[in-house]
């Protein structure tokens, strides 16, 4: 398949080239997509084989529910069935943005998208782009993260060409993605919100609207919790470059000294050794990627960083990390899959 390119500027969008992107989407192809989040893999939501192929674009199991994305928060309704008091005050309070909100499906939402679940996941994205293509597709849009299922989610246009060229319709280039990872899921459907996926807006953030939020125990704990993760994707391996990763974590001297001993004991291995920090800390390391000093430039930085370790043919990537602000969680949680958890404290 020749997928096409289209360079979108999101300050000045072209009508012209996005409503051609967005007839795409409405007759059934598959056009990847910039948010403020990560890059998506666009599907009109309403039609079975376009969905369909999504999944196997990005070859990814069919248990694994998608996003669906609009641009008007009075279009709820016609995607789900129910819309609580309190979903209503979270979507009021973090729509448009990263933030998804889970719900009863409506019942003319096909079983692909939802993965055969009674619940729906709904996104309304701020990136003037995504709405514009949404707008002019003139249906919700199914967008899970347009990486081949199990590598880390692309925030520039080239890290989409790189996995889905060939095998997608259109590629929207609309520059990098402020945010850097996915939005937050949370599971309304409850008496109380529960955070599945901790991501663009923070736990402070939702505690401050909704004081009696809860975190979804397997987000942190993947290891030893054994049991069924109520959001399909958490169960996946995820976010991983080629690269072995190793997270070292603690405080940040700590953590320097620590891999400067890992590094010594890889030294002889033949292995090209790639750290990823968050420090000026120097080592006597093949690549060296700085992620920023705050959790929150972490997330932003963290899925490019991941694959240029792997453009550097790194074989294994020591991270800093150090929880340091409301960002913390969510970074925490990609990185750690990043690493198939293997983590080390100090
Ligand atoms: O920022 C984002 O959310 C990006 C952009 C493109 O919008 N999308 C994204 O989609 O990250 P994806 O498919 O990579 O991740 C969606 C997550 C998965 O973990 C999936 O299992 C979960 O949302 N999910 C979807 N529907 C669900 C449902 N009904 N119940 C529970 N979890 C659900
Ligand atoms: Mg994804």
């Known amino acids: 398949m020749n997928t096409q390119i289209i360079k979108i500027d999101k300050d000045n969008i072209d009508k012209e080239k996005i409503n051609k992107a967005g007839t795409i989407i409405r007759d059934g192809g598959l056009v990847a997509f910039p948010t403020e989040t990560v890059y998506g893999l666009g599907a009109n939501a309403l039609c079975e084989s376009a969905v369909k192929s999504t999944f196997i674009a990005k070859g990814r199991p069919s248990d694994n529910p998608l ?45 692909c998208v939802t993965a055969g679940l009674d619940t729906v996941a ?83 953030d939702i505690k401050k609207i909704c004081p009696d939020v809860r975190i979804d125990r397997h987000i942190i704990d993947s290891v030893t919790v054994t049991d069924t993760p109520r959001s399909p994707g958490m169960k996946y391996k995820h976010y991983s470059p080629d690269a072995d990763v190793v997270v070292v974590e603690g ?17 002889n291995t033949g292995k090209k050794i790639g750290v990823m920090t968050m420090t000026n800390n120097t080592y006597d390391a093949d690549c060296i990627l700085n992620v920023g000093t705050s959790n929150k430039d972490y997330a932003k930085n963290l899925f490019a960083k991941l694959r240029e370790f792997d453009d550097n043919k790194i074989d294994i990537v020591f991270a800093e990390f150090c929880d340091l602000d409301d960002y913390g969680l969510s970074v925490k949680n990609r990185l750690y899959k990043s690493a198939g958890n293997k983590v080390i404290h100090v």
């Open 122 to 204: 709904i996104r309304i994205p701020s990136n003037p782009v995504a709405r514009e293509l949404i707008t002019a597709a003139g249906v919700p849009i199914s967008a899970p993260s347009a990486n081949v299922s199990g590598k880390p989610s692309p925030t520039e246009a080239k890290h989409v060409i790189a996995d889905m060229d060939g095998r997608i319709d259109c590629i929207i280039d609309g520059g990098s993605c402020d945010v850097g990872i996915e939005s937050t899921v949370v599971d309304a459907t409850g008496e109380y919100p529960i955070i599945l996926r901790p991501g663009g807006v923070t736990f402070d």
């Open 251 to 267: 405080e940040l001297d700590n953590v320097y000294r620590k891999i400067l001993s890992l590094i010594e004991e890889n030294k």
């Open 67 to 111: 996003i669906i994305h609009i641009t008007d928060k009075n279009d709820i309704l016609k995607i789900a069935r129910e819309f609580p008091p309190m979903a209503k005050k979270l979507v009021d309070a973090f729509s448009p943005g990263a933030f998804t909100i889970i719900l009863k499906k409506q019942y003319n939402i096909p079983e």
